[in-house]
């Protein structure tokens, strides 16, 4: 019997209908004449559960809260409650698919069930279906569970002969059975029953009052009182566009990525004649995958660390605006920790939705420095990755909205392409797509800034090259 961790805990307390505390991936697979159908999902899914018994689990509370939720097997769980039909009204447009992803990503998971829910979406443009992956903050730690997608997406379009055997559920411990059973283990665990204790208490500290009253949440362009609905945009760009960049002006494709944001985000405020000055900035929460102290790779969950980032949204100077960002996270790459883009991009496995959940969690545990946005990018595989033979076009993040964000970054680079799934709250933010179209004139405008300086070179000199 296992219990969930504290920050598990947190992240259960903490769903609400204006905070579903959920981490999606939008994947698209490649147009087939024999696409995937639902009997076939339910095959593959069904056929890989075992490899990660918590998909079969809940969360039950234990009385008295003596613990923590404990997980506990589902003894009615039905996969085809979690694995769901959608289709897209003619013609199937990219804009009707951001319509039902954001209505998708805002409905909360059953919280009695098992902690995750599979779209499968039909009526794409040309034939083509999408996969929309569910999963409670509270499931995917990194560690101990993995997210569906680095489960379902292979590496190898023919067909793996997994071992599976029939699930039979262990019987649900119940009443003073599970007390009994929680002060035992609070005997034999003291150190750990001690930090549940002292969560529990920080709950109920941060329910009583504040003297004196409480200030009103922070207003501004990306800040808002979450509403119960959600928008969703996207955007690709070849990765070749941000190397060109990075190879000109110096720094990392990550910084490259940063500084397109930060672009996109001032281009967007002016379209909305939002007052922009030179001095005009924002928190951004950047979780960043790190090494243990021997050098090597630990597991997907335990070495993420958040990384704030003032985003230079007041610069007009595309180059003036990458080299500040540049800058700003030199520290992080010179402590020697920093993982290398390519180590991240050649992990087994789609391991990419798994770092996008963790770094996720961390920026909601971190909550309290104060950031305005949170944004992830993890680079993902430079070869393509399959969903039961079928080869993944394109792969999107969605990061879920807390405290009182109005918008969320997900990047992913994926076969030499970049993409952004950008998440906001529906009413702050009604034009989502334009932050969207405002990313991608942004980082158009850097990469002119290559063709602009090449041109000007003086003939017969030959810029260094890097490698």
């Given at each position: 019997?296992?219990r969930?961790?504290?920050?598990?805990?947190?992240?259960?307390?903490q769903?609400?209908?204006?905070?579903p505390?959920?981490?999606?991936?939008?994947?698209?697979?490649?147009p087939?004449?024999?696409?995937l159908?639902?009997d076939?999902l339910?095959q593959?899914?069904?056929e890989?559960l075992d490899?990660?018994?918590?998909?079969?689990?809940?969360?039950?509370?234990?009385?008295?809260?003596?613990?923590?939720?404990v997980w506990?097997d589902d003894?009615?769980?039905?996969?085809?409650l979690?694995?769901?039909?959608?289709?897209l009204?003619?013609p199937?447009?990219?804009?009707?698919l951001h319509e039902?992803?954001g209505?998708l990503?805002a409905?909360r998971i059953?919280?009695?069930?098992?902690l995750?829910e599979l779209y499968?979406?039909e009526?794409l443009?040309?034939?083509a279906?999408?996969?929309?992956f569910?999963?409670?903050?509270?499931l995917?730690?990194g560690?101990?569970t993995?997210?569906l997608?680095?489960?379902l997406?292979?590496?190898?379009?023919?067909?793996?002969?997994?071992?599976?055997?029939?699930w039979?559920p262990?019987p649900e411990?119940?009443?003073l059975?599970?007390?009994t059973a929680?002060?035992d283990?609070?005997f034999r665990q003291p150190r750990?029953?001690l930090?549940?204790t002292?969560?529990q208490?920080?709950r109920?500290?941060r329910?009583l009052p504040?003297?004196?009253g409480s200030?009103p949440?922070?207003?501004?362009?990306?800040?808002t009182e979450l509403s119960?609905?959600?928008?969703?945009?996207?955007?690709?760009a070849?990765l070749?566009?941000?190397?060109?960049?990075?190879d000109?002006h110096?720094g990392?494709?990550?910084?490259?990525?940063?500084a397109?944001?930060a672009?996109?985000?001032?281009g967007?405020?002016?379209?909305?004649?939002?007052?922009v000055t030179?001095?005009t900035?924002?928190?951004a929460m950047?979780?960043?995958s790190v090494?243990?102290?021997?050098?090597l790779?630990?597991?997907?969950?335990s070495?993420?660390?958040?990384?704030?980032?003032?985003?230079?949204?007041g610069?007009s100077n595309?180059v003036?605006?990458?080299?500040q960002?540049?800058?700003?996270?030199?520290?992080h790459?010179?402590t020697g920790?920093?993982?290398a883009?390519n180590?991240?991009?050649?992990?087994?496995?789609?391991?990419?939705?798994t770092?996008h959940?963790?770094?996720?969690r961390v920026?909601?545990a971190?909550t309290g420095r104060g950031?305005?946005i949170?944004?992830?990018?993890?680079?993902g595989?430079?070869d393509?990755?399959y969903?039961?033979?079928?080869?993944?076009a394109e792969v999107?993040?969605?990061i879920?909205l807390?405290?009182n964000?109005a918008v969320?970054i997900?990047?992913?680079?994926?076969?030499?392409?970049?993409?952004f799934?950008?998440?906001?709250?529906?009413?702050?933010?009604?034009?989502a797509?334009?932050?969207?179209?405002c990313?991608?004139?942004?980082l158009?405008?850097l990469?002119?800034?290559?063709a602009?300086?090449?041109?000007?070179?003086?003939?017969?000199?030959?810029?260094p090259?890097?490698?």
């Open positions: 019997m296992e969930l961790s504290p920050l598990d805990a947190m992240f259960l307390n769903d609400a209908p204006t905070e505390r959920q981490i999606a991936s939008l994947a698209i697979l490649e087939d004449e024999h696409a159908d639902y076939r339910i593959v899914i069904s890989r490899i990660v018994p918590r998909y079969r689990q809940v969360p039950r509370r234990v009385p008295g809260g003596l613990s923590t939720p506990v003894e009615t769980f039905d996969i085809s979690h694995v769901r039909r959608s289709a009204p003619k199937g447009s990219l804009h009707a039902l992803v209505r990503i409905r059953d919280l009695d069930r098992p995750w499968l979406i009526g443009e040309n034939g279906v999408a996969l929309l569910k999963a409670h903050q509270a995917v730690d560690s101990e993995i997210d997608a680095q489960v997406l292979e590496e190898t379009a023919y067909e793996r002969d997994i071992p599976h055997d029939d039979v262990r411990p119940r009443g059975g599970l007390v929680t002060l283990r609070n750990e029953a930090r549940i002292e969560h208490v920080g109920i500290l329910r504040v003297i004196g200030s949440a922070t207003r501004g362009v990306l800040s119960r609905h959600r928008r969703f945009a996207s955007l690709a070849d070749d566009d941000f190397r060109k960049v990075r000109e110096g990392t494709v990550n910084d490259v990525i940063l397109a944001i672009g996109g985000i001032r967007w405020m002016l379209t909305r004649a939002e007052q030179a001095k900035s924002f928190r950047v979780p960043m090494v243990s102290d021997d050098g790779p630990t597991s997907l969950g070495k993420v660390r958040g990384h704030l980032l003032s985003l230079p949204v610069e595309p003036v605006r990458l080299h960002v540049s800058y700003a996270l030199k520290d790459r010179e920790s920093a993982v883009a180590k991240l991009a050649d992990l087994p496995g789609f391991a990419t939705s770092f959940a963790v770094g996720a920026a909601d971190e950031h305005q949170v944004i992830t990018n993890v680079p595989p430079k393509p990755v969903m039961a033979g079928e080869p993944v999107y993040p969605c879920p807390s405290g964000r969320s997900g990047v992913t680079s994926y076969r030499g392409r970049v993409f799934g950008l998440v906001a709250d529906r009413d702050a933010v009604p034009d797509d334009v932050l969207a179209q990313i991608e004139e942004a158009a405008e990469v002119e800034t290559v602009t300086r090449r041109t000007r070179a003086p003939r017969g000199r030959q810029r090259g890097k490698s």
